[in-house]
């Protein structure tokens, strides 16, 4: 199968492809420009530049969450939009499968993918790899950086941190002395690589089927309610 994949779950944005499971071209920006703005383009461009159109390929993958709003959101459009114009189905997967296939390598360790969801928060999954395919230790969760801790003292596991949210992960490991690991530079955030190999296997759905996964109410949607509960309670 070829695979478009895009992936803008976090300040980075990056587009692949892939066919038969061998990357064949990836372009990866953390220009800080937003994802409204590159995204699309980066397609166009990886995709020209290899003499082929998205009817060329046999389906979309995309990032559906979680992540940040604003960049899922993004993604979730720009695959729809592919899709329509190709004639192409997509296929959603999750952010933090997509993430782990950074540690497919590691052996014997828990391969933790982990995002910065603020509000003293963690969007994380555990997985370890069995012949060479990720098998789920958790759901994807939005957790306290704290409890992750609190199931490694247990688990008594070396923990293999990948994401945007690896580094704060790897340093709170390291105070409380858990034995804990980080990938090389290059693969230590999101990619959409990542997204092709998570998508390998799966059935691919028409566009208009396509949701993102945000996991918990955004900040606007927390508000909102909040406003409600006041105003309920001044009766």
């Given at each position: ?49 290899l ?22 959101r ?28 950074h ?64 580094k ?33 296997g ?10 993102p ?23």
């Amino acid at each position: 199968m070829r695979i478009l994949a895009i992936e803008s779950s976090a300040k980075a944005a990056s587009v692949a492809l892939t066919e038969g499971g061998a990357l064949i071209s990836q372009y990866y920006q953390a220009s800080g420009l937003t994802h409204s703005r590159t995204l699309l383009k980066m397609a166009e461009d990886l995709l020209s530049n290899l003499e082929l159109t998205v009817k060329d390929v046999d389906a979309v993958a995309v990032a559906k969450g979680p992540g940040s709003f604003t960049g899922i959101r993004i993604g979730v459009a720009a695959a729809k939009g592919l899709c329509w114009g190709g004639d192409r189905p997509v296929i959603g997967v999750s952010t933090l499968e997509a993430m782990a296939w950074h540690g497919a390598d590691r052996e014997d360790v828990v391969v933790a993918p982990a995002m910065d969801a603020r509000r003293g928060q963690i969007y994380n999954a555990l997985f370890r790899f069995d012949a060479g395919r990720p098998v789920r230790l958790c759901e994807d969760r939005a957790v306290a950086l704290e409890e992750i801790v609190a199931e490694a003292k247990k688990a008594k596991k070396t923990y293999f941190f990948v994401g945007d949210g690896a580094k704060l992960c790897y340093n709170r490991f390291l105070e409380a002395g858990l034995p804990t690991l980080l990938p090389p530079e290059p693969l230590l955030f999101q990619s959409a690589w990542g997204v092709a190999k998570a998508a390998e296997g799966m059935t691919p759905e028409p566009g208009f089927d396509l949701a993102p996964n945000y996991l918990r109410l955004s900040q606007a949607e927390r508000e909102r309610l909040e406003r409600e509960r006041s105003e309920k309670e001044r009766g």
